[in-house]
């Protein structure tokens, strides 16, 4: 019992020291309790064109360039883009209508974004969107992200037209989802931001291995006063 107290023990310190090793998104975003709701957003790290009029493509997009960092494909969950076209809002598209509360949204570097739905679509964000999928930024001067949305979450030159909007996604004031538009044709290359369904926090590896330790322990000194007595 003893020996595989310690192998149990001598395992958790070499998988703890190698998930530091590894830069990699943050996708249990820090200080949330077991059982809380969150959501993720990211900027993808690839570009496409705002040609498409048709809101599935972007969220196809969005949700191919998840797929490819295994933290976020590993999470089972949907993404959906922050994108306006003629037909869909972003914030129906992604479920962020101020209509109904939400839960918080932070970005893949564990930073908040926003606190509620209201607080997404309230002209400002708390920090800015900025990383990809993979928790990196995007190399300097390729922060613009399609969006056909203007700041209140409702379609704007959406995407699929000529000129679509488009945000920054290095910025966190309106400019995050609505800079402009017109200066940029939809034949342009930018990126997306892609949003995550609803997520719960559960117990980390890092917390059940202690405490099943310790269980172990118990038992193991339990059993043992009891074959003395």
Do not use: C
């Not at 993808?44 to 969220?59: E, I, K, L, R």
């Not at 038992?219 to 003395?228: E, F, G, P, T, V």
Request: hydrophobic share 45%; charged share 10%; aromatic share 10%.
């Amino acid at each position: 019992m003893i020996r595989l107290l310690i192998a149990l023990g001598f395992f958790g310190v070499i998988s703890s020291t190698s998930l530091v090793g590894f830069a990699a998104p943050v996708v249990v975003p820090p200080g949330l309790a077991a059982g809380s709701s969150y959501r993720l957003v990211f900027a993808t790290d690839t570009a496409t064109t705002g040609f498409s009029s048709d809101v599935t493509t972007y969220n196809n997009l969005v949700a191919m360039s998840a797929d490819t960092e295994p933290a976020l494909s590993a999470l089972g969950t949907t993404w959906n883009a922050i994108a306006s076209t003629s037909t869909v809002d972003a914030r129906d598209n992604t479920g962020t209508n101020p209509a109904s509360m939400g839960v918080p949204i932070y970005n893949l570097a564990g930073q908040l974004v926003a606190t509620s739905n209201a607080d997404l679509w309230d002209g400002s964000i708390a920090n800015a969107i900025f990383y990809n999928q993979h928790g990196e930024p995007p190399p300097p001067g390729l922060q613009i992200v399609w969006t056909g949305t203007r700041t209140t979450g409702i379609a704007d030159h959406p995407m699929g037209t000529e000129f679509p909007s488009w945000g920054e996604g290095d910025y966190s004031d309106n400019e995050w989802v609505f800079a402009s538009y017109g200066s940029y044709g939809s034949e342009r290359e930018f990126l997306l931001y892609g949003m995550s369904g609803v997520l719960t926090v559960v117990p980390e590896p890092a917390t059940i291995v202690p405490a099943a330790l310790a269980a172990a322990a118990a038992l193991a000194l339990y059993m043992k006063r009891r074959s003395r007595a």
